[in-house]
């Protein structure tokens, strides 16, 4: 297994989003840096695949976190340069990345709420699933080790340790 890439050998997690990772929409994503070491491709490969661990081990609906957890950033512009005048960033992606994933498959209001929501912190709007939580939470905890070194991997007992508060 490659310690990155944990994903690529859990085929019960890629039959999940294979219809999705497979599209030119979402391959597009590994054009964009997303923080300083990785594209937005290999980050919502992430979020989406700790996301899933989590859920499946809390007995939630991991199907739906595995794919709005890989489609949450699914826009095409460098935030680092690109900026708007009728918002933050925090608040427009999600919004754009919704709009871009319902042009891609059907949502449910689950994985809607799961992709809109998941800048929870920064904006203002309460996740209304224990799903949204997961992908929100990390969201913030790939991110933060995105920027501070080179990906190397998560320990999956570590992780599902860290996010065991989240209960069913
Ligand atoms: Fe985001
Ligand atoms: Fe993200």
């Known amino acids: 297994m490659t310690e990155d890439q944990p994903w690529q050998q859990d085929q019960d997690y890629l039959a ?8 030119p929409q979402v391959q597009k994503l590994a054009e964009y840096t997303q923080h300083h070491y990785t ?9 989406s695949y700790f996301s899933y661990l989590i859920a499946k081990k809390q007995h939630l609906d991991y199907r739906a976190t595995a794919r ?17 005048s009728s918002g933050t960033h925090a ?16 949502l449910s209001p689950k994985e809607k ?9 920064a904006t203002m709007a309460l996740p209304k699933y224990r799903e949204s939580w997961i992908v929100s939470m990390v969201d913030d905890y790939v991110a933060v080790k995105e920027v501070s070194v080179p990906w190397k991997g998560v320990l999956k007992h570590r992780l599902l340790k860290q996010f065991s508060f989240i209960k069913h």
């Open 91 to 106: 608040y427009i992606h999600p919004r754009i990345a919704l709009r871009n994933a319902e042009r891609l498959t059907d």
């Open 39 to 47: 594209d937005r491709l290999q980050h919502s490969l992430r979020v």
């Open 68 to 84: 709005a957890g890989l489609l949450h950033d699914l826009f095409y512009y460098d935030w680092r340069t690109t900026k708007f």
């Open 16 to 23: 999940l989003v294979d219809d999705l990772l497979s599209t």
């Open 113 to 121: 709420d799961i992709i809109i929501k998941h800048m929870f912190g």
